[in-house]
């Protein structure tokens, strides 16, 4: 069975981790940071932007693909997919200029309303299959 909505979601989410990481070391060498954030800010929030993508990422991934494997590859799941690569993205933009930027927010509401989604669909999904 092919997954179509989940790999792609996959795949987005794995470029984005890669960019969030090269971003540290292109940080890391500019203020000669080896381990840690050496007390800079823009390094601290490159740090917090890739591990919270990195907390995120895999339990919605694991919750798609076990929504796709019950109800397919629908609009619900491309849309809630979509809303959450925004989200993923929103936040990692809005952290990344500064602490309190809106962009933070909604990118943190999406993340929250995307995982929410998908674990109600999953589980209607999973309800409605007895």
């Known amino acids: 069975m092919q997954i179509p909505v989940t790999a792609a979601c996959a795949a987005l989410c794995g470029l984005l981790i890669l960019t969030l990481g090269v ?11 080896a381990l840690g954030d050496g007390g800079e800010p823009a390094l601290m929030r490159a740090i917090r932007v890739h591990g ?6 895999p339990i919605f991934l694991i919750l798609s693909l076990c ?7 629908n609009w619900a799941l491309i849309t809630v997919v979509a809303l959450f ?22 990118g943190a509401a999406l993340s929250y309303l995307t995982l ?5 669909l999953l589980l209607a999904a999973v309800v409605t299959q007895f």
């Open 52 to 57: 919270n993508t990195v907390e995120f990422v």
């Open 67 to 73: 929504y796709e494997l019950y109800a397919g590859a």
């Open 116 to 120: 929410l989604l998908i674990s109600v």
């Open 85 to 106: 690569l925004l989200g993923r993205l929103s936040f990692a933009v809005g952290l990344s200029l500064s602490l309190l930027h809106p962009l933070r927010r909604v």
């Open 23 to 33: 971003r540290i070391t292109k940080l890391r060498l500019q203020h000669r940071v």
